[in-house]
């Protein structure tokens, strides 16, 4: 297209295009974002795709994603090794599917890895109540905490096991008409 | 066991969903070594079946790591392509259509109006003040381009063929009622100019910008002829046409949302936990805000609970007291707001009759209904607060009650001064009275009454921008000065302003209408609102990071944008019945504007039609006779009985499958306790059988 950069060849960059809803110049852009994080950790050329994997605790200072309650566990259900070290692939998937373009399977299957504390595949009330206390900064009441997750559960379950499975999130999901606005991250 | 289950379940969902499905499972299983490529190459069977055109397997939307989905991209870009022509056609086709919503989602992105000033707030205070001022660039963008559309039709031309000389000279007219004196004799003092620039008259009046400035020209050259009356009002009409095509787009966006979503309030908790953090909040406030928020919306939910209990509690005669209470209650509400309309009436009145009074004072006169109409939407809500403590209803109910009062006594003022106007000019409607018999309407007080009108609705929309830009000044500055500088009790009490989303948005569609209204007779009021609404965001954008504080009250940013555009399309309607009348019933001035000559400006179109080439009468005729309107007619009622009973089986569908997944859920968990049974009786040790999806 006739920009000369040589940060990624233009494989690199189609791929990085057809996996992502990225176009070439966020891709760029993001990739700068990335090195600036950590600039001596970071090489500037990803030709031979270089093994980087930046900390947890450099991904979670980035302006975006400061102040979000949620912070580790959207890093860390991104990070292949579940620890929230992030390579620049991962980076990019995060905020690909965190973009507004990224359809709502998709950022429902995110969202219930986030909300999903002991990673065991469901939501139980303890994970309920860690999210609810990240919310409301433990403003709540204990009491009052009890009693929202046990509506939340009510609400939700349908197959009656008491904590809620993927298929129940979903379905919770797909008539939440406010989730694709702000599951939605700008970068 | 579970996915032979897994399978046959998902057999019952439509083919296309299938790969997905298996995915998620397999995703779940949180072991990727196990991805099995050779089920999801291109040339399976299963993909044939699915629509065409998605041949190409959508790598964005699988839930894989990125690595392993550029290890996909690249064995699909090293398979030798063993399809056919068409299908690497289509491919190819794919690609490019793709390549090419890129690059203008990039350009639309780079182009788009105020982006990111739009961001910035929707960051600090959330997305309902975000849909307000979506709301108000939508107009911004909506008045900009019927100004362009009035200007190339009607402006240029007008200033192009001013020096011809207006072909109909026969006068019909009695002689009385062609007396129009634009500018007064005598000497213009310098600061009349000033005067008459807020109030239209003066220089302004016998210009560009009122009806009766444009003439009734009809050029005929060799192989071109304009007919600018024509003209006219074909712009007028399509103007109309072209706004509700917008508002109607706009809202099918938003109903479309809202139905796919099921429109209910079901499962609010969830929603509140699960969608009420909004990711792209910014800044170490707004998150305190937003916490503090969610935490207010759950108390709210809490209360509300809390009263439902009580109100079912109630006795049978506290029941019959509240009751009695709240009907007088609304009907305390319904005299405010008569009494309101009776002074905005009354207001007209005493303006119009004394409107040739001159200096500081006149100015006052003129503005008088605009003044009454600002203080009563300004009182009536705030007395009608108070009369709704009393009412003692939900808060949800007291907001939507609250709203509606707001919107009545907004829309409906409007209407009022019309009203009065409408009386002063055709005498009440009766053609036979002593002022009005000449020339069937008040032709003494009113000698070109579409410029009076015009002239009213230009001093309404530049009323509300002063005012705007008044209490910008000196009233919201200066509280927050007060309230941020000095610790006494008032201060605290009065705290920092909010920003409260529905009042501001009917401020804006009262301003939209105001401009409906008095586009046939104003031809430049898209333009001058066009600038209002600029400057308006600019004002609303400094109160907003200045003087306000992010509301505790939140206002749903998704159901909001279908309120907005409803109350807007409600606007519309009045301002189409306030043209189509004056189109059709009342008589055109006879001492100006395009349709002088002519019985009502709608004759226009019969005299022009008789001019059109005989074919082109015989098949507009055709098309206007039963012959053709009636099987169209059938047809359109065919074609809306299919859609009707098309989206009442999707909504049956929809509910079957809900109903489906609650009893696979049940069986899943039956099955998964016999094979615990089993396994146990067996005495076979084994793994977590624990169903994952």
């Given at each position: 297209?006739?920009?000369k950069?040589?940060?990624?060849?233009?494989?690199?960059?189609d791929?990085?295009?057809?996996?992502?809803?990225?176009?070439?110049?966020?891709?760029?852009?993001?990739?700068?974002?990335?090195?600036e994080?950590?600039p001596?950790l970071?090489?500037m050329?990803?030709?031979?795709?270089?093994?980087?994997?930046?900390?947890?605790?450099?991904i979670?200072?980035?302006p975006?994603?400061?102040?979000?309650?949620?912070?580790?566990?959207?890093v860390?259900?991104?990070?292949?090794d579940?620890?929230g070290?992030?390579?620049?692939?991962e980076f990019?998937d995060?905020?690909?599917?965190?973009?507004?373009m990224?359809?709502r399977?998709?950022?429902?299957?995110?969202?219930?890895?986030?909300?999903?504390?002991n990673?065991?595949n469901y939501?139980?009330?303890?994970?309920?109540?860690?999210t609810?206390?990240?919310?409301t900064?433990?403003e709540?009441?204990?009491?009052?905490?009890d009693?929202?997750?046990?509506?939340t559960?009510?609400?939700a379950?349908?197959?009656?096991?008491?904590?809620l499975?993927?298929s129940?999130?979903?379905?919770?999901?797909?008539?939440?008409?406010?989730?694709?606005?702000?599951f939605h991250?700008r970068? | 066991m579970?996915?032979?289950?897994?399978?046959?379940?998902?057999g019952?969902a439509c083919?296309?969903?299938?790969?997905?499905?298996?995915?998620?499972?397999?995703?779940?299983?949180?072991?990727?070594?196990q991805?099995?490529w050779?089920?999801?190459?291109p040339?399976?069977?299963?993909?044939?079946?699915?629509?065409?055109?998605?041949?190409d397997?959508?790598l964005r939307?699988?839930?894989?790591?990125?690595?392993?989905?550029?290890?996909?991209?690249?064995?699909?870009h090293?398979?030798?392509?063993?399809?056919?022509?068409?299908d690497?056609?289509?491919?190819?086709?794919t690609?490019t259509f793709?390549?090419v919503?890129?690059?203008?989602?990039?350009?639309?992105?780079?182009?788009?109006?105020?982006?990111?000033?739009l961001?910035?707030?929707?960051?600090?205070?959330?997305?309902g003040?975000?849909?307000?001022?979506?709301?108000?660039?939508?107009?911004?963008v909506?008045?900009?381009v019927s100004?362009?559309?009035?200007?190339?039709?009607?402006?240029?031309?007008?200033i192009?063929?001013?020096?011809?000389?207006?072909?109909?000279?026969?006068?019909?007219?009695?002689?009385?009622?062609?007396k129009?004196?634009p500018?007064?004799?005598?000497?213009?003092?310098f600061?009349?100019?000033?005067?008459d620039?807020?109030?239209?008259t003066?220089?302004?009046e016998y210009?560009?910008?009122?009806?009766?400035y444009?003439?009734?020209?009809?050029?005929?050259?060799?192989?071109?002829s304009?007919?600018?009356?024509?003209a006219?009002?074909?712009?007028?009409?399509?103007?109309f046409?072209f706004c509700?095509?917008?508002i109607?787009?706009?809202?099918?966006?938003?109903?479309r949302?809202a139905?796919?979503?099921?429109?209910?309030d079901?499962?609010n908790?969830?929603?509140?936990?699960?969608?009420?953090?909004d990711?792209?909040?910014?800044?170490d406030?707004?998150?305190?805000?937003?916490q503090?928020?969610?935490?207010?919306?759950?108390?709210?939910?809490?209360?509300?609970?809390?009263?439902?209990r009580?109100a079912?509690a109630?006795t049978?005669?506290?029941k019959?007291t509240?009751?009695?209470?709240?009907?007088?209650?609304?009907i305390l509400?319904l005299?405010?707001?008569?009494?309101?309309?009776?002074?905005?009436?009354?207001?007209?009145?005493?303006s119009?009759?004394?409107?040739d009074?001159?200096?500081?004072l006149g100015?006052i006169?003129?503005?008088?209904?605009?003044?009454?109409?600002?203080?009563?939407?300004?009182?009536?809500?705030?007395?009608?607060?108070?009369?709704?403590?009393?009412?003692?209803?939900?808060?949800s109910?007291t907001?939507?009650?609250?709203?509606?009062?707001?919107v009545?006594?907004?829309?409906?003022?409007?209407?009022?001064?019309?009203?009065t106007?409408?009386?002063?000019?055709?005498?009440?409607?009766?053609?036979?009275?002593?002022e009005?018999?000449?020339c069937q309407y008040?032709?003494?007080?009113?000698?070109?009454w579409?410029?009076r009108v015009?002239?009213e609705?230009?001093?309404?929309?530049?009323?509300?921008?002063l005012i705007?830009?008044?209490l910008?000044?000196?009233?919201?500055?200066?509280?927050?000065?007060?309230?941020d500088?000095?610790?006494?009790?008032?201060?605290?009490?009065?705290g920092?302003?909010e920003?409260?989303?529905?009042a501001?948005?009917?401020?804006?569609?009262?301003?939209?209408t105001v401009?409906?209204?008095?586009?046939?007779?104003?031809?430049l009021?898209?333009?001058?609102?066009?600038?209002?609404?600029?400057?308006?965001?600019?004002?609303?954008k400094i109160?907003?990071?200045?003087?306000c504080?992010?509301?505790?009250?939140?206002?749903?940013?998704?159901?909001s944008?279908?309120f907005?555009l409803?109350?807007?399309f409600?606007?519309?309607?009045?301002a189409?019945?306030v043209?189509?009348?004056?189109?059709?019933v009342?008589?055109?001035?006879?001492s100006?504007?395009?349709f002088?000559f002519?019985r009502?400006?709608?004759?226009?179109?019969?005299?022009?039609f008789?001019?059109l080439?005989?074919?082109?009468?015989?098949?507009?005729?055709f098309?206007g006779?039963?012959?053709?309107?009636?099987?169209?007619?059938?047809?359109?009622?065919v074609?809306?009985?299919?859609?009707?009973?098309?989206?009442?089986?999707?909504?049956?569908s929809?509910?079957?499958?809900?109903l489906?997944?609650?009893?696979?859920?049940?069986?899943k968990?039956?099955?998964?306790?016999?094979?615990?049974e089993?396994s146990?009786?067996?005495?076979?040790?084994?793994?977590?059988?624990t169903?994952?999806?």
């Open positions: 297209m006739g920009n950069q040589t940060i990624f060849t233009d494989e690199q960059l791929a990085y295009q057809d996996c992502t809803f990225f176009t070439r110049k966020e891709i760029l852009r993001l990739h700068a974002r990335y090195h994080l950590a001596h970071v090489p050329d990803y030709t031979n795709e270089p093994d980087c994997k930046l900390p947890l605790a450099l979670v200072n980035m975006e994603l400061k102040e979000n309650p949620f912070r580790n566990r959207i860390e259900s991104f990070s292949e579940g620890m070290n992030l390579s620049f692939n990019v995060m905020f690909s599917v965190l973009s507004e990224a359809p399977e998709l950022k429902a299957i995110y969202a219930f890895k986030i909300y999903d504390y990673v065991d939501l139980c009330k303890e994970d309920l109540k860690k609810l206390n990240k919310l900064k433990e709540l009441t204990p009491e009052e905490v009693l929202v997750c046990d509506k559960i009510e609400e379950d349908l197959d009656g096991d008491n904590k499975s993927y129940d999130f979903e379905n919770m999901i797909t008539r939440a008409p406010d989730f694709l606005s702000t991250i970068i | 579970a996915n032979i289950l897994l399978s046959e379940a998902s019952t083919p296309g969903e299938l790969p997905s499905l298996r995915l998620r499972r397999t995703w779940s299983n949180q072991n990727y070594s991805f099995n050779t089920s999801h190459s040339d399976n069977a299963e993909e044939e079946r699915t629509e065409e055109g998605d041949t397997w959508d939307e699988k839930p894989l790591t990125m690595a392993l989905k550029r290890a996909a991209w690249q064995v699909q090293s398979q030798a392509p063993v399809v056919s022509n068409k690497s056609w289509k491919r190819k086709k690609k793709r390549k919503k890129n690059n203008s989602r990039e350009l639309l992105y780079v182009l788009s109006l105020w982006r990111k000033s961001q910035k707030i929707g960051g600090n205070f959330g997305g003040v975000q849909s307000y001022f979506v709301f108000l660039r939508f107009l911004v909506l008045n900009f100004f362009l559309l009035i200007a190339a039709f009607v402006l240029i031309p007008s192009v063929f001013r020096s011809v000389e207006s072909s109909y000279t026969n006068s019909t007219g009695p002689e009385g009622c062609r129009y004196e500018h007064p004799p005598g000497l213009v003092l600061y009349n100019y000033f005067l620039l807020l109030s239209g003066g220089f302004m210009s560009y910008l009122f009806y009766g444009y003439s009734n020209t009809m050029v005929e050259d060799r192989d071109f304009y007919n600018i009356p024509l006219y009002l074909f712009t007028a009409l399509f103007y046409g509700l095509l917008c109607i787009l706009r809202m099918g966006r938003a109903v949302v139905i796919a979503t099921g429109g209910g079901v499962g908790y969830s929603m509140i936990v699960f969608t009420g953090w990711y792209s909040c910014l800044g406030q707004a998150t305190k805000l937003k503090k928020n969610i935490h207010y919306r759950l108390q709210v939910d809490l209360e509300e609970q809390r009263i439902k009580k079912a109630l049978l005669c506290e019959i509240l009751y009695s209470l709240r009907v007088l209650m609304g509400s005299g405010l707001i008569c009494s309101a309309f009776i002074c905005i009436g009354l207001a007209t009145n005493f119009q009759e004394n409107s009074k001159e200096g500081i100015l006169l003129e503005y008088l209904p605009s003044i009454v109409i600002t203080t009563g939407n300004f009182l009536v809500p705030l007395l009608c607060d108070q009369i709704a403590k009393v009412e003692k209803y939900s808060p109910n907001v939507i009650l609250a709203l509606l009062r707001a009545v006594l907004r829309l409906l003022s409007l209407v009022v001064l019309l009203y106007l409408w009386n002063q000019i055709t005498c009440g409607g009766d053609n036979k009275s002593e009005c018999n000449l008040n032709h003494k007080d009113y000698p070109c579409e410029t015009g002239q609705m230009y001093k309404l929309t530049l009323f509300d921008v705007h830009f008044a910008l000044i000196l009233v919201e500055f200066p509280r927050r000065i007060v309230v500088h000095s610790s006494s009790k008032l201060a605290r009490w009065l920092r302003q920003f409260v989303v529905p501001n948005v009917l401020l804006l569609v009262y301003g939209q401009v409906w209204t008095g586009a046939l007779f104003c031809p009021l898209p333009l001058i609102n066009t600038i209002k609404f600029i400057c308006l965001f600019y004002f609303k109160t907003l990071f200045y003087n504080q992010p509301a505790h009250k939140t206002f749903r940013s998704t159901n944008a279908f907005f409803l109350v807007l409600i606007g519309w309607c009045w189409t019945a043209m189509v009348y004056s189109l059709a009342i008589h055109p001035s006879f100006c504007g395009p002088r002519f009502t400006m709608w004759s226009i179109i019969p005299t022009s008789y001019s080439h005989q074919s082109s009468q015989e098949f507009l005729f098309v006779s039963q012959a053709f309107l009636i099987p169209v007619f059938v047809l359109a009622v074609g809306l009985c299919y859609f009707i009973s098309l989206s009442a089986v999707y909504g049956n929809v509910a079957l499958m809900r489906q997944l609650k009893r696979e859920g049940r069986d968990q039956f099955l998964v306790k016999q094979i615990e089993l146990k009786k067996l005495h076979i040790p084994t793994h977590n059988t169903v994952q999806n």
